[in-house]
T-cell receptor
Framework: DAGVIQSPRHEVTEMGQEVTLRCKPI?????LFWYRQTMMRGLELLIY????????DSGMPEDRFSAKMPNASFSTLKIQPSEPRDSAVYFC????????????????FGPGTRLTVL | RKEVEQDPGPFNVPEGATVAFNCTYS??????FFWYRQDCRKEPKLLMS???SGNEDGRFTAQLNRASQYISLLIRDSKLSDSATYLC??????????FGAGTILRVKS
């Protein structure tokens, strides 16, 4: 299994530009999560999907951020317009079907996209 | 107050040492507890789950005290390869992981 795949691995852009991050979850996993990691705030959950439907987007910092999951094998996180404070590592993770609402299956993280906004 | 708090370290220890990390969480409704490991510039990976009865995996022992809302990780006979950031993680309802800021461990020869 190839694991969670993210692209690009590195992105450098200028303030005001649109940025699109991509994620391919592990085949068969029905939960997908987007996280952001910075030195100041650590690892934060932005949004997660179940069966391609957004379940909780309370972590999305503001309207400049949007995420979609058009099918079970692909998700995007878009920032428009980007700002220097968006510079961070963005991780995508996926998880298989849990045994119930209170059970847990391991989340597998992708290698991350290191975003720098100048 | 942060939902999950850890001593950031760094902990600098010699090979073969025993080292312990602590973590506290603020939400008494937290249901599941984990330690993740993150190597420099890599993604987090699950190290072990933490149960009230305590659990051990080789050189690693994890403990949970629900009354004190406290989680620990003990590493015995430290190896150079144990050098990493250790993240304390809790969930309140199945799907959402809340991460601590991490504790840095450096094992030196």
């Amino acid at each position: 299994d190839a694991g969670v795949i993210q692209s690009p691995r590195h992105e450098v852009t200028e303030m005001g530009q649109e940025v699109t991050l991509r994620c391919k979850p592990i085949s068969g996993h029905d939960y997908l999560f987007w996280y952001r990691q910075t030195m100041m705030r650590g690892l934060e959950l932005l949004i997660y999907f179940n069966n391609n439907v957004p379940i909780d987007d309370s972590g999305m910092p503001e309207d400049r951020f949007s995420a979609k999951m058009p099918n079970a094998s692909f998700s995007t996180l878009k920032i428009q317009p980007s700002e220097p404070r968006d510079s961070a590592v963005y991780f995508c993770a996926s998880r298989g079907l849990a045994g119930g609402p209170n059970s847990y299956n391991e989340q597998f993280f992708g290698p991350g996209t290191r975003l720098t906004v100048l | 107050r942060k939902e999950v708090e850890q001593d950031p370290g760094p902990f600098n220890v010699p090979e073969g040492a025993t080292v312990a990390f602590n973590c506290t969480y603020s939400n008494s409704a937290s249901q599941s507890f984990f330690w993740y490991r993150q190597d420099c510039r890599k993604e987090p990976k699950l190290l072990m789950s933490v149960y009230s009865s305590g659990n051990e995996d080789g050189r690693f022992t994890a403990q949970l005290n629900r009354a004190s809302q406290y989680i620990s990780l003990l590493i015995r006979d430290s190896k150079l390869s144990d050098s990493a950031t250790y993240l304390c993680v809790v969930t309140t309802y199945g799907n959402k992981l809340v991460f601590g800021a991490g504790t840095i461990l450096r094992v030196k020869s």
